[in-house]
């Protein structure tokens, strides 16, 4: 009997050591995945403001109106911001002439009064374009990622 006992014994101990051994292997896992580094941020900026830009540039004026355009607007902006906060001084030049073209857009689309019409629609696109240029520089900065 003595026999089972320590066998018994034993075995909790083992599954004890264990079961701590798995804690500690899933801690250190969740500490280093909230870790992300400035690369990582950066190039994850980069991917969401090549998506918001697409949908700027695909954007249906007519269907969408000065709303969805400044909805679309609103997301390039914020994905810019995103991009600033994590580009590296290399890059900032270029994400500070993409916000000043995302600026002249912004203000492009105040001075419509809220309606997009043949008249302004081509002013409205120039602008648009202008943006899509200024990020081509930007995302050739994306190219280590």
């Given at each position: 009997m003595q026999t089972t006992e320590r066998m018994n014994h034993t075995g909790h101990r083992i599954r004890r050591l264990a079961a701590a051994a798995c804690l500690g292997v899933l801690a250190l896992g969740?500490?280093?995945s909230d870790e992300e580094s400035a690369q990582d941020q950066y190039c994850q900026a980069g991917d969401d403001l090549q998506s918001s830009l697409a949908s700027l540039v695909d954007l249906d004026l007519i269907a969408s109106g000065t709303d969805g355009l400044n909805d679309a607007i609103e997301q390039v902006s914020d994905d810019?911001?995103?991009l600033r906060?994590?580009?590296s001084d290399?890059?900032?030049d270029d994400v500070e002439a993409l916000e000043?073209?995302?600026?002249a857009l912004r203000d492009s689309i105040s001075t419509l009064?809220?309606?997009?019409s043949r008249d302004n629609l081509g002013a409205v696109s120039d602008a648009i374009a202008e943006v899509s240029a200024s990020a081509q520089a930007?995302?050739?900065t994306l190219?280590?990622?």
């Open positions: 969740a500490c280093g810019v911001d995103a906060d994590s580009a290399a890059a900032a000043a073209s995302v600026d009064g809220g309606e997009l930007v995302i050739g190219s280590d990622c």
